[in-house]
């Protein structure tokens, strides 16, 4: 049994630590403020996922920082040996700065996140600097991508709806170098507790899973700011069986796209030259943007709302690789400014 916090407590965080909960493992959601915590604790305290499926026992909830939970029970906030980060890519670093200070010395840090960079960003902004041996305080991080699509209907803050069944990829990242390289007891049990989800977990290799990582990079890169710009569900950028308006509306727009993110990728992983060539860069995509189909990208649902979107981990690393790399990416910084130039234009239309 791990006792885990889940920091995000989104759609897919709920839906996590449902499972994690169903499976008999003890579940702390960190919630935004004590405010979110009574809204929980009235709620009944239980994850729900789904209407049809029976409820997950109960769950405990804190404010993210502890320091609420802290002054209310005068007690200091627990330490945390297992903590999942289900976090909006711009958001992980500062949510994961505000409950660093309670990770266990060992503890377990599992990150699913859309986009890249994040661990390298909460590595060095957090722990080390180039210069620097990796602290003894230093985390075993597990890294994950998932295909699972799911939602909360609004006003239903903790129902998790499970719309799109797909897999769950993980492996934990290698230590830094002069950090031990077994991972230890902490992270095993982790790895224990979220390979025995019902969620098609596949514990991989760090390449294997870097690979899925940067598929699913291009598979973002092509439906998130695209979507999000266009007002539309994923499917109808690339309608299956091809409708005539959409068909010529994206014509030659696909390949154009994988084509850029392939030579990126050719020139930043020449080791992983067949697993991401342009051909099966656009095979993956064209499979997402199938299984997604009815889906609205979290992009095109942040657009909508006027939050602030995940397009600098996404576009934006790509056309930071690309840079480094030499090679050019005019697709994705077209699409980085216009889902920038959208953005601004929503907050000064407030
Ligand atoms: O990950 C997604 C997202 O919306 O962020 C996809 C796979 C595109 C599903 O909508």
Redesign the pocket.
């Known amino acids: 049994m791990v006792h885990t916090h889940v920091l995000g407590a989104g759609a897919l965080g709920l839906l996590f630590a449902a499972h994690l909960r169903r499976a008999g493992h003890s579940v702390t959601l960190l919630l935004r403020s004590q405010a979110a915590v009574d809204r929980f604790v009235r709620a009944g305290g239980r994850i729900v996922v789904d209407e049809v499926h029976p409820h997950a026992g109960p769950a405990r909830a804190e404010p993210v920082d502890g320091i609420q939970a802290e002054l209310s029970s005068g007690s200091p906030a627990g330490s945390i040996g297992h903590l999942l980060v289900v976090t909006k890519a711009h958001d992980t670093l500062g949510a994961f700065a505000a409950v660093r200070h309670r990770l266990s010395p060992g503890a377990t840090v599992v990150l699913v996140q ?1 986009g890249m960079g994040v661990i390298d960003a909460i590595r060095s902004e957090l722990y080390v600097s180039p210069l620097t041996p990796p602290a003894a305080d230093t985390p075993t991080f597990i890294v994950g991508t998932t ?1 699972h ?1 799911c939602y909360r209907a609004p006003g239903d803050e903790f129902t998790t709806h499970h719309a ?1 069944v ?1 897999q769950w990829i993980f492996a934990v990242h290698p230590p830094l170098p002069g950090a031990p390289s077994a991972p230890p007891q902490s992270a095993m049990a982790m790895a224990d507790a979220l390979r025995g989800l019902p969620l098609g977990a596949v514990e991989a290799g760090w390449t294997d899973v870097h690979t899925q990582l940067l598929l ?1 990079l291009a ?2 890169a092509v ?2 700011p695209t ?1 999000a710009l266009a007002g539309c569900r ?1 499917g109808f950028i690339w309608p299956h069986p091809p409708a005539a308006d959409a068909a010529s509306a994206s014509d030659g727009y696909l390949p154009l796209a994988c084509a850029e993110i392939a030579a990126v990728y050719e020139r930043a992983f020449p080791h992983l030259r067949d697993a991401l060539s342009a051909p099966a860069i656009e095979q993956h995509v064209t499979r ?2 199938r ?2 189909a009815h ?7 942040d657009v909508a709302a006027g939050r602030p979107t ?1 397009i600098e981990w996404i576009n934006g690393h790509l056309v930071r690789l690309g840079s480094q790399h030499g090679v050019p990416t005019p697709v994705n910084t077209l699409l980085c400014a216009l889902v920038r130039l959208r953005t601004a234009a929503a907050a000064q239309s407030e």
Request: proline fraction near 0%; hydrophobic fraction near 30%.
């Open positions: 859309n295909s699509g799109a797909g699913k598979a973002n439906i998130n979507t994923n997402i943007i299984d997604s889906n609205r990208s979290s992009m095109m649902q995940e």
